[in-house]
């Protein structure tokens, strides 16, 4: 199997950047993207074999992207992120983003431990591969 290649979203540089390190690391190929509007372009083009999004964003927030990639590609595969925002905790806003269509979710402060196992999960082809 070829290089997966992710599209990760956040308004957060720093987070996004840790993300990149992480999936680069992991021998993923890394489009980046600071909005949902970015990043629903660069999906459109073609060729993104999974999205990793935060869902609190300006312009366009995770959750629109979310149902605005559901919606175009049922197949699509999406890990969404969150640290909770306005009057809602991180596993609320998590549980609204697997109704809206996320694949698998996580806690934005598991980012770190939790994300290379979660697309092992989505793909678990790949990660037999890179063992």
């Known amino acids: 199997m070829s290089q997966i290649k992710a599209l990760v979203c956040d308004d957060n540089l720093a987070t996004l ?13 890394v489009l980046t993207a600071e909005n949902g509007k970015r990043a629903l372009k660069i999906y459109l083009e073609g060729g993104v074999d999974v999205l990793i999004t935060d869902i609190f964003m300006p312009e ?20 969404a992120f969150s640290s909770g925002g306005g009057m809602y905790s991180p596993e609320r806003c998590l549980d609204i983003a697997l109704q809206m269509g996320a694949t698998s979710v996580i806690s934005k402060s598991r980012i770190r431990h939790d994300l290379v196992s979660s697309l092992e999960t989505i793909f678990p082809e790949q990660s037999a591969e890179t063992s």
């Open 17 to 29: 950047a840790l993300i990149e390190t992480l999936l680069k690391r992991s021998h993923y190929q």
């Open 60 to 79: 366009m927030d995770g959750l629109e992207l979310i149902m605005d990639i559901r919606r175009r590609d049922p197949e699509a595969k999406i890990v």
